[in-house]
């Protein structure tokens, strides 16, 4: 969170983040903040509501709270908000529809205020076996197990794994050169191509590689980096965040090799869950495990609200164009 703050807040946009404790012990947190905006003030959590070029993109957050405490908590954290007169919107992207942030939202009811929800996809999490022959058997798709059964045979690539500060200041470059890459080869812009994005996540590895929550490794052969993956581990789970996988390598099926890999790393640590993220009906996600588990983006706002956003595109396209003149 603070390593967000220091690069993505601004003096205009305070924290709104709440915290309640029961025998001096914490039993709810809901970290937010207001994000100022022409329209007016969305309430967002933190780690969201970047400029689209440099969004980390924080998946699946909620609020913290106490099962206990929680209808307490939501009450009271209610008539804060409703009580707000500078909130206009209250903006959660990427949630879960089984989040207790998302099921609070879609249960407001204030007088001339607009719910929209938008989905997003599925959230694809494979459950980690206890042997590596068992997880193959649990990979949904055929194509994919026969891809691994492949890769599990070839003898000519080696796992560097990353668990050095010297070894992350020289595998951090390669990611974001690779990674903008492949991006490159489809006509898109990748992530790491913005100053602030690449900034966040310098800083933010490292420091998760101090605590022993980072996994970063590289599948190299004798001539070429097959992929790279950086993933975090939060609790029982491991994270797949981002990666660059080189589909013209000489080591077939490389992306099946680097899942297959962050899965025994997932196992090695005596993980439950390996958790790919979000991805669409049809991403190759799918192709690994079922998921019955929507994300969305869901927001509720003033009618004002939308109007002011409308004000303000217009104002930016005359903007932009002024200063293209220019």
């Known amino acids: 969170m603070n390593t967000w703050i220091d690069i993505f807040?601004?003096?205009?946009?305070?924290?709104?983040?709440?915290?309640?404790r029961y025998n001096q012990e914490i039993i709810g947190i809901i970290p937010c903040y207001l994000k100022s905006t022409f329209a007016g003030n969305e309430l967002r959590f933190i780690g969201t509501g970047e400029p689209v070029k440099s969004e980390v993109c924080s998946e699946f957050q909620d609020f913290l709270l106490k099962s206990e405490f929680?209808?307490?908590?939501?009450?009271?954290?209610?008539?804060?908000?409703?009580?707000?007169?500078?909130?206009?919107?209250?903006?959660?992207?990427?949630?879960?529809?089984?989040?207790?942030a998302y099921k609070w939202l879609t249960k407001l009811n204030i007088s001339g205020w607009i719910r929209v929800i938008n989905n997003l996809g599925m959230r694809y999490v494979i459950p980690v076996k206890q042997e590596q022959t068992e997880q193959l058997l649990s990979?949904?798709?055929?194509?994919?197990?026969?891809?691994?059964?492949?890769?599990?045979?070839?003898?000519?690539w080696r796992i560097v794994t990353i668990n050095e500060t010297a070894l992350l200041d020289s595998f951090y470059p390669l990611l974001i050169k690779e990674h903008n890459n492949?991006?490159?080869?489809?006509?898109k812009l990748g992530a790491f191509e913005n100053s602030d994005f690449v900034a966040f996540h310098r800083n933010y590895s490292a420091a998760i590689l101090v605590n022993n929550k980072l996994v970063a490794f590289k599948i190299e052969t004798e001539t070429e980096i097959s992929a790279l993956f950086y993933g975090v581990i939060d609790g029982d789970t491991l994270y797949y965040y981002q990666s660059a996988i080189n589909h013209d390598s000489k080591l077939p099926s490389a992306g099946v090799a680097m899942h297959l890999v962050a899965l025994d790393i997932a196992r090695e640590h005596n993980l439950a869950f390996y958790d790919l993220m979000k991805g669409n009906n049809h991403s190759y996600k799918s192709r690994y495990t079922t998921s019955?588990?929507?994300?969305?983006?869901?927001?509720?706002?003033?009618?004002?609200?939308?109007?002011?956003?409308?004000?303000?595109k217009i104002k930016n396209k005359i903007f932009n164009k002024l200063k293209v003149k220019v």
């Open 292 to 312: 019955d588990i929507n994300v969305v983006n869901a927001t509720f706002y003033r009618k004002k609200y939308k109007y002011m956003q409308f004000l303000s």
């Open 139 to 156: 990979f949904k798709s055929k194509n994919i197990k026969r891809h691994a059964k492949k890769v599990l045979t070839d003898n000519h």
């Open 9 to 20: 807040s601004c003096s205009k946009d305070p924290l709104y983040i709440h915290i309640w």
């Open 70 to 100: 929680a209808e307490k908590i939501l009450a009271q954290f209610t008539e804060i908000v409703m009580e707000d007169n500078n909130i206009s919107a209250i903006t959660f992207n990427n949630v879960l529809t089984t989040s207790t």
């Open 182 to 187: 492949t991006w490159r080869k489809r006509g």
